[in-house]
């Protein structure tokens, strides 16, 4: 822990305590030095948090007090308990398919980038463009290009926090008699803003997805194409060729992941071989899930139809700035790279395990990072086990998913073999 970092520990615990009580005189930064033998900046800078976080205050001819009255404390200490009540259990073994490789991901890097953008104070002084920063859509124009064979302009592109958001941004646009399909596979996020714009919807089977579209009448298709059969199977190119040949047809095409591939071979984007797509993704994955970043890329039609001034930003400007600069920088392009080798590694490793120690079929989900094992077990029985056992899963409809991406290989393994015994028992 830093120098000041205990001062200010310790006069916070006074405070909250009730040691020190509101109007309190406390040390002057002279005689802090002088009693804790540290430099005149490090108490300077115990100091400003503290009145930053408003537990001191300066009064002119007096000094340094404690600003902070009984209420406010007694606000304090509920807001704490409730964070500490409310706090997401760690496990042992996180199998959870929400997991990402944090270790793989160069913090340091992206502060670097951050604290740019914080201390340009005219940046951090205006609101952001309700379409995206145009730094950032260029930057992305170019990454696209590069790993989807995309070819568009900055102005068909709309940043937005997630797929959701954009998603309803793209709604407001289309005309409201228009007839949706979605897979019968299809997520509630996406499924929820089309049911509330009212759109008539139709849930079309991936076994025979061409001719439900042809035969429910669909007009406008959202399909997530790299997670699109049961099986968690990216959609094949002879069903993408046949869907971008349906005339009249808008699809709304979420590439989740899209170019973050390890296990097979990369698909060929409809954007890029249709001109009625509309184009999704993010980089929940790819950097971290905290990380709200996602875009759509319009087709002509509707980047006449856009008009940013209907809408507002969703996605933080300070964020899109430092993205922007890392990825012209190349550190986008780098670090996928690095994680498309390590995932294959990763995969490869739980797969070994799961034939080792695991009978049941198991499948690989490539965009989420994961295997789901499929088995029939008691539930209840099979969840409290592994609470006991501190593991973490994702149980959905009798798969067990797991997930390679944030566990090294000695816990992978310790953990399969827990799983193991637990089924065993199941």
Not at 158 to 164: D, F, L
Not at 276 to 303: A, C, D, H, K, Q
Not at 329 to 334: E, F, R
């Amino acid at each position: 822990m830093k120098k000041y970092e205990v001062i200010y520990n310790t006069y916070r615990d006074s405070i909250l305590s009730g040691i020190l009580k509101y109007g309190d005189r406390i040390d002057s930064i002279r005689e802090c030095v002088k009693k804790r033998n540290v430099s005149k900046t490090t108490v300077e800078t115990a100091y400003n948090k503290l009145v930053m976080d408003g537990f001191i205050a300066s009064q002119e001819k007096v000094g340094y007090v404690v600003s902070m009255n009984s209420e406010q404390v007694l606000l304090h200490h509920e807001i704490l308990d409730y964070s500490s009540s409310h706090k997401e259990k760690s496990y042992d073994y996180d199998f959870r398919v929400q997991s990402v490789s944090f270790d793989s991901f160069e913090t340091t890097i992206w502060k670097r980038y951050m604290k740019n953008v914080l201390n340009d104070k005219k940046l951090m002084s205006s609101y952001g463009l309700s379409q995206g920063e145009y730094g950032l859509r260029q930057a992305l124009c170019k990454y696209v290009y590069q790993n989807r064979n995309i070819l568009c302009f900055p102005e068909q592109m709309v940043i937005g926090s997630n797929y959701q958001s954009l998603l309803y941004i793209f709604c407001g646009m289309l005309d409201k008699d228009r007839v949706v399909g979605l897979s019968t596979l299809v997520d509630e996020q996406a499924k929820q803003v089309f049911l509330s714009y009212g759109f008539q919807i139709e849930y079309l089977d991936p076994n025979h997805f061409i001719s439900d579209i042809q035969s429910k009448h669909v007009d406008v298709v959202y399909i997530n194409t790299t997670c699109f059969s049961v099986n968690k199977q990216s959609m094949d190119e002879k069903m993408r060729k046949e869907l971008t040949c349906l005339s009249n047809i808008l699809i709304l095409e979420d590439d989740y992941n899209g170019e973050l591939v390890y296990a097979s071979k990369i698909k060929t984007s409809l954007f890029s071989k249709n001109k009625n797509v509309i184009y999704f993704s993010s980089f929940s994955r790819l950097l971290l899930p905290s990380l709200r970043i996602g875009y759509m890329i319009l087709n002509e039609e509707y980047t006449k139809k856009y008009c940013a001034s209907f809408f507002g930003p969703t996605a933080s400007k300070i964020e899109q700035i430092a993205f922007s600069q890392y990825i012209v920088d190349g550190y986008l392009q780098k670090h996928l790279r690095k994680l498309v080798r390590e995932y294959k590694e990763r995969h490869l490793y739980l797969k070994g395990l799961l034939d080792t120690y695991i009978s049941y079929p198991c499948v690989l989900d490539e965009s989420h990072m994961a295997y789901w094992i499929e088995c029939v077990v008691d539930e209840k029985k099979f969840m409290r086990l592994c609470e006991l056992k501190s593991i973490a899963i994702t149980y959905v409809k009798d798969q067990i998913g797991l997930s390679f991406a944030s566990m090294n290989q000695e816990l992978m393994k310790d953990g399969v073999i827990r799983l193991a015994e637990i089924l065993k028992e199941c």
